[in-house]
């Protein structure tokens, strides 16, 4: 099966959906509107079956782009799904016609950026991925003014991080006369280290913006809260995996034996201690389930990034698959936990976690999936996001050093300290005696919403499940891992 082209395909084929359904949904009654959430996920659906096939080809082909590969498997899979559980949930009446091509553009651009082999094109597609969410975040202004000062706060706070990161990658560009990321190593080793590290620390800043680390993550708490549910589940999940993997891919570019590589390290740990911890202590004031998981999202990046800081410092591939790998796991269970949030939030009629008593009983299927969620978001065995943690603590404690351990025990303790609003969530939403169902309950399409984020909420509680128990994508997740790193493949 051909690949060399796979990262032209696919992007461009995702791009295109967005110029066909905005053509279908704009011809079609607005009584059949609803199943354009359908007409995408099934768009999305062909995609991640063609990466499938690619990545499961054994034996693999040389130069097999195992990062982009596993990025688009996740920005199409989860897509489809948020697409899916979208449906039911806008009204048809509404501006359904951009809502989904604004989403298949934001896809496309994140599939594109683990295929890019350009640090100039890395910036372009993260930007293509993230204008479309600006957008869609305010989706539901008519409903909820809030919604608009939302967006401009992360248009605000995404532009200056654009501008930022396009310093440093102009920086980068004038020091070494070309933007090819294989080229860049070579051509900047004369440069000064000092010069080169600002640079990097500029590319950090400006892609740390759109990944929320703490102090620039003052915009994703109300855009996490107030977007859709759908889009939500793409920003965790598919947008923020392509800013990631742009932050280091765009890193590879620099020396590794100019010593700019551990300083940066020892910033990125600083920064994600900072984040895991600052995340963990200000979800703990929260009583809306939205803002809890919006800020429990904070401290998820703090945690990934530790992978990431310990593989620059110790030179320490391992720490790059702990990192990736926890990443993947985060996007598959904080999707579904947006999803299953706002299903909970739309049958009590307010997302106050005290006006949820009993619904996760009620609704035992979806009640469980949530479970499933917050228990991996913890860290319990047999789900994903045990098996990430402890690739995390391992990296830790595999470097043999006092500072790797101490790293490794406060991510421990920030697991510990997540329980504090986890459990109260649980013990809500599943032992607390129900609330009495508010007066407009009936006059939500609580069937239709049921039925579409059912399904989607229940593929991704599966799939949390198997991949802790059956990890077959660790080795997928190892060689994309090995494309991150600053020293080439590994």
């Known amino acids: 099966m ?195 590290l600002l640079a990097a620390v500029l590319i950090l800043l400006g892609y740390g913006v759109k990944l929320a680390i703490v102090p620039l993550h003052t915009w994703l708490p109300d855009a996490y809260a107030l977007a859709p549910p759908g889009v939500t589940a793409i920003m965790v999940g598919a947008t923020k995996t392509g800013v990631l993997v742009a932050l280091f891919l765009s890193l590879t570019a620099l020396p590794p034996n100019s010593g700019t590589i551990y300083v940066l390290g020892l910033i990125v740990t600083f920064f994600a201690l900072v984040t895991m911890t600052a995340g963990n202590l200000l979800a703990l004031n929260q009583k809306d389930l939205r803002y809890i998981l919006a800020y429990s999202s904070v401290a998820q990046m703090g945690y990934i990034l530790l992978g990431f800081g310990m593989g620059l410092v110790y030179d320490f591939p391992f720490a790059f698959t702990a990192g990736l790998y926890y990443a993947i796991a985060y996007s598959i269970m904080k999707g579904g936990a947006f999803m299953a949030a706002d299903a909970f939030a739309w049958e009590a009629g307010t997302t106050e976690v005290e006006g949820m008593k009993g619904l996760g009983a009620r609704h035992p299927l979806l009640g469980i999936a949530f479970v499933i969620f917050v228990l991996g978001l913890i860290g319990v065995p047999f789900t994903c996001g045990f098996l990430g943690k402890l690739l995390l603590e391992q990296a830790g404690m595999a470097t043999s050093l006092m500072s790797g351990v101490v790293l490794a025990l406060i991510l421990a303790v920030n697991s510990v300290v997540s329980l504090g609003y986890y459990i109260p969530v649980l013990s809500t939403l599943m032992f607390s005696a129900p609330s009495a169902p508010p007066a407009a309950g009936p006059a939500r399409k609580t069937a239709a919403l049921s039925r579409s984020v059912l399904f989607a909420v229940v593929v991704l509680a599966f799939v949390t499940v198997y991949l802790g128990l059956f990890p077959e994508s660790f080795d997928w997740i190892t060689h994309a891992a090995g494309q991150l790193t600053p020293w080439g493949v590994v």
Do not use: H
């Open 2 to 196: 051909i690949v060399t082209d796979t990262g032209t395909l696919v992007p461009l084929y995702i791009a295109l959906g967005g110029i066909v359904l905005y053509g279908i949904i704009s011809r079609i009654p607005p009584g059949y509107r609803r199943w354009s959430g359908t007409l995408t996920a099934l768009w999305l659906a062909a995609a991640f079956l063609y990466l499938l096939g690619i990545i499961l080809e054994s034996p693999s082909p040389p130069g097999t782009p195992y990062l982009g590969l596993t990025c688009g498997l996740l920005v199409t899979g989860l897509g489809g799904l948020a697409a899916f559980a979208s449906q039911g949930n806008l009204d048809p009446g509404g501006p359904v016609r951009f809502y989904y091509p604004l989403c298949l553009f934001a896809l496309a651009g994140a599939t594109a950026v683990g295929f890019a082999t350009d640090l100039f094109t890395i910036f372009v597609m993260v930007e293509l991925s993230a204008i479309p969410v600006y957008a869609l975040v305010a989706y539901r202004y008519s409903e909820d003014k809030n919604t608009v000062p939302a967006a401009m706060k992360y248009l605000v706070q995404g532009v200056s991080g654009t501008l930022t990161a396009l310093l440093g990658v102009s920086i980068l560009f004038f020091a070494g006369k070309t933007t090819d990321l294989a080229s860049l190593p070579a051509a900047l080793s004369g440069t000064s280290p000092a010069v080169v």
